[in-house]
């Protein structure tokens, strides 16, 4: 009989990428969402292996149960399911409240290990950092900053994550976190996505200018691998993983982009005004290296 995998939030970005390399690893996939027979999962139905090992289940984070019976069964979580807004109302209960109950859940059904997946708006929101420092796993987003610059996204996920590691310890549950930067690469579900829409901007003249700043950047198929080999990695819980490839200069992303697609509006010149965001990943010590 196949090993049980849970993945939540299955039909998103790198969620669908983690989704194929199970199935095609021999795994018997259960994927969750809030409308698990809903056209935004219908492309996970197309995978080889869907058929026989794809199991589809509704679940709702701040549902403890739903979660509960989801897990049931399961050897191993990965956890990819979040929201994207950036405003309080709606992001900051669901991250940090369905996290706590996701890591509380797979713990009372039994589970092996629970693999979440970060964000690196845990790490670098932080103004006291020393800016020549590389960024690495041991640092942390600074809550009261990410309030002051409205940054809700970063604040609820650096809470949910800390609030995840404190659980998992209490429960003795076996916890690990992959970290991606800025995720790009093919999409196999029919929605856009955020970090591509950070691409798709400089393609459709929307942006007239790009920021002067960078950022690092990870391919979706190397941040679904590394989920997968935190998963099975006998000896990786405990930790958080940096997963980034390369960190690019917004300059030198519209060269790239440039030089593969000429006939588009791509800008040449940067923006003087400086975000808050910038150089959070200009540093970047190492990539995964549960996928190195």
């Not at 589809?56 to 979580?77: H, I």
């Not at 991606?180 to 829409?197: A, D, F, H, R, Y």
């Not at 099975?232 to 992303?253: I, K, S």
């Amino acid at each position: 009989m196949a090993v049980v995998v849970c993945v939540t939030g299955a039909g998103g970005f790198i969620g669908s990428w983690i989704v194929k390399l199970l199935l095609a690893r021999g795994y018997a996939v259960r994927g969750t969402s809030r409308h698990a027979d809903g056209p935004k999962n219908a492309h996970l139905w197309a995978l080889d292996g869907a058929a026989e090992r794809l199991t589809m289940v509704q679940v709702d984070l701040l549902d403890r149960a739903s979660l509960r019976a989801a897990f049931d069964g399961c050897d191993g979580v990965i956890h990819t399911a979040s929201p994207m807004h950036d405003t309080p109302e709606e992001i900051i209960e669901p991250v940090i409240t369905g996290t706590l109950n996701v890591v509380e859940m797979a713990a009372d059904a039994g589970v092996r290990r629970v693999v979440l997946s970060s964000t690196i708006g845990t790490m670098y929101m932080n103004p006291h950092r020393d800016p020549d420092a590389p960024l690495d796993e041991s640092c942390w987003s600074d809550l009261d900053y990410c309030k002051q610059t409205k940054n809700w996204y970063c604040y609820a996920k650096t809470i949910a994550e800390r609030g995840a590691w404190e659980a998992a310890r209490a429960l003795g549950l076996d916890l690990a976190v992959v970290i991606p930067v800025v995720t790009l690469g093919e999409l196999l579900q029919p929605s856009m996505n955020t970090s591509t829409k950070h691409i798709l901007k400089y393609l459709t003249g929307e942006a007239k200018a790009y920021v002067n700043e960078s950022h690092a950047y990870v391919h979706v198929k190397d941040a679904a691998e590394a989920h997968v080999r935190v998963l099975e990695a006998p000896n990786a819980g405990g930790r958080r993983y940096v997963c980034a490839e390369r960190t690019l200069h917004r300059g030198e992303l519209c060269r790239i982009l440039a030089g593969h697609f000429p006939e588009y509006p791509i800008p040449t010149r940067y923006n003087t005004v400086l975000h808050s965001s910038s150089k959070e990943c200009s540093k970047l010590r190492t990539p995964c290296s549960a996928n190195s």
